[in-house]
């Protein structure tokens, strides 16, 4: 099987290094963008108990609940325009996070296909200078060498087909915790500020 990869020329570099890339941006987005990861159930738990809301520091990165809370919070004493604002700036800031790598992702599910299309094209221009050198007189030649030219163009697509279905999923993955998050910031905001009225 490696020595099958390998007989598909230098195009089979890169498209081996995209693989591995592309499988780690998979398992890092599986994992930061599991729901228990984004709305963790204490801070849920918190933002909607009947005391005075208050988030615990936590250890690493917070929660992108936990950020949006906070910048409410942190607003609390000021008018509900600001509150708006700043949480509106917050969420900028977490979906950016949210979407970190899938645009590498993303290329990699473009570009995949073409460097595997470019492998084929560049097997099939030797092949056809052996045929010169050769003549047609040996079909393992012709054979053969098609067959190697087109490993790289399956290796490609086995590289970009699991690429944007994940890119797809994780997009629209981050979008609906986009709104979410929009509206769990949104209803902290009219709690705190009707509770002043």
Known sequence: MIEQLMSGGWVMVPLAV???????????????????????????EALTGKESIELAPVEG???????????????????????????????????QWLERYLTTLGT????????????????????????????????????????EALITTAFGLCIAIPALICHRHFQRRVDEFAQQLEQEGRLLIGRLFRSEN
Do not use: K
Request: net charge negative; with cysteine.
């Open 18 to 44: 995209f693989s591995i890339v592309a499988l780690a941006i998979c398992l890092n987005r599986f994992w930061q963008l599991g729901y228990e990861q984004v709305f963790p159930s204490m801070v849920q």
């Open 61 to 95: 990165r917070s929660s992108s609940l936990q950020n949006v809370a906070l910048g409410v919070l942190n607003h609390r004493n000021d008018t509900v325009e600001i509150a708006v604002a700043a949480m509106e700036d917050v969420l900028i800031t977490e979906v």
């Open 108 to 147: 990699i599910a473009s570009i995949s296909p073409l460097l595997g299309l470019l492998g084929t094209v560049l097997g099939m221009i030797e092949v056809f200078q052996a045929l010169n050198t050769t003549g047609a007189r040996d079909p393992s030649v012709f054979s053969g060498g098609i067959g």
